[in-house]
Nanobody, 122 residues
Framework: VQLQASGGGLVQAGGSLRLSCAAS????????MAWFRQAPEKGREFVAY???????SYQESVKGRFTISRDDARNTMYLQMDSLKPEDTAVYYC?????????????????RGQGTQVTVSS
């Protein structure tokens, strides 16, 4: 399975973007999937994950603003980002692992896509 993230761009503070992560090569229905991000000169951080069951977990700073979802029929995961802030500026990465669980650790995931840049202007 290969992951392809897309949907990043430049948006003003308060605006919205929707990121997509498309998986090719195999169905995503058995995979836990997640989003991470890395801002300039900062480490990679967890944003959100969604388990096979559909259960989700979010980083505290994005709760109520971001929504993670999945469409296994399309082998795609999404991240709807609303009320964006300049501090959300980062490269966003998607990741996946064939597991019933989920994790906030990037290295736990065995599949990782390339990043998509999100820039929020003030």
């Amino acid at each position: 399975v290969q992951l392809q993230a897309s949907g990043g761009g430049l948006v003003q503070a308060g605006g919205s973007l929707r990121l997509s992560c498309a998986a090719s090569g195999r169905t995503t229905s058995n995979y836990a999937m997640a989003w991470f991000r890395q801002a300039p000169e900062k480490g990679r951080e967890f944003v959100a994950y969604i388990m096979r069951s559909g259960a989700t977990s979010y980083q505290e700073s994005v709760k109520g603003r971001f929504t993670i979802s999945r469409d296994d029929a399309r082998n795609t995961m999404y991240l709807q980002m609303d009320s964006l802030k300049p501090e959300d500026t980062a490269v966003y990465y998607c990741a996946a692992k064939n597991s019933m669980l989920g994790s906030t650790s990037f290295t736990w995931y065995t599949l990782r896509g390339q990043g998509t840049q999100v820039t929020v202007s003030s």
